[in-house]
Structures are given as C-alpha cells and as structure tokens.
C-alpha cells in the first residue's frame, strides 16, 4: 500500500513539457514588444530575474497596458520586473505571451525566466536582452 501512496504522490507532481513555447527568446536591446505564440492554454504565470520574483498584476487595471478584448479570450493575467512585464494573452485559437521591455541601458545583458503552467504540468522560457 505505502509504494502506491508515494507513487501516487510524485506522479501528481507535474512535469515539464512542451506546451508549443519557444524554450528561448532573444529581446531587441532597444525595447519593445514581443509576441510569444504557444500552442497551450495557461493556467497560470511566473517571472523571475535571478532569485527576485515578478509582481502580479492586472492588464485591464494597468492604465499601460493595452488590453485587446476577443470573445473567447482568457485572461489569467501578468508578470512583471522593473524593465520587463508578460501578460497572457489566451485566447483559445491564439494562445500567446505578450512580453514588453525597456531599452537596456545597463551596458549588461539582462536574462529572465517565465515559468508557464498548464494546471500541473509547465515549461520554462528563457529571454534575454542583450545591451545597447
């Protein structure tokens, strides 16, 4: 009985996979937006420059951000650092990430990690900004 207990409990855990994510993303130096397609639908975000951790926000509430409105769109919301945010687009025949930067100044590459999920399963990618 113990080994299917703990059988049951390590295969609940989720795994990484390929929800149609690039696994990396180059960011123009100078700033902008960038789409992300994916072939998934999300169930939720994460953001992280080193071992500091996005901030959770709401696209429709962030006077910033432009929110487009589709019939079918899901919106779990989005990520952000000092120099970049990620919001989620998730519209079911179009699932994508919207990531948007600032011009990178520091005359250093900057490098984040967006962990998205899919219940418990996920996939990680990699941006990276290189310097002006």
């Known amino acids: 009985m113990l080994p299917l207990m703990i059988l049951a409990i390590f295969s609940s855990c989720g795994e990484e996979i390929d929800l149609g994510y690039p696994a990396k993303v ?3 130096p100078d700033g902008g937006e ?4 994916g072939s998934s639908l999300l169930t939720a975000l994460d953001l992280y420059e080193g071992d ?4 959770l926000f709401n696209p429709a509430l962030d006077s910033e951000a432009t929110d487009e409105r589709e019939d079918d769109m899901i919106n779990i919301g989005g990520m952000r650092l000092p120099w970049i945010s990620v919001i989620c687009v998730q519209n079911k025949s179009n699932p994508r990430l919207r990531v948007n930067v600032s011009p990178n100044e520091t005359g250093r590459k900057r490098k984040v990690v967006i962990h998205c999920f899919r219940g418990n399963d996920w996939c ?9």
């Open 124 to 132: 990680e990618i990699e941006a990276v900004q290189g310097s002006k």
């Open 34 to 37: 960038v789409e992300l397609k």
């Open 52 to 55: 500091m951790r996005g901030e």
């Open 26 to 28: 180059s960011l123009n």
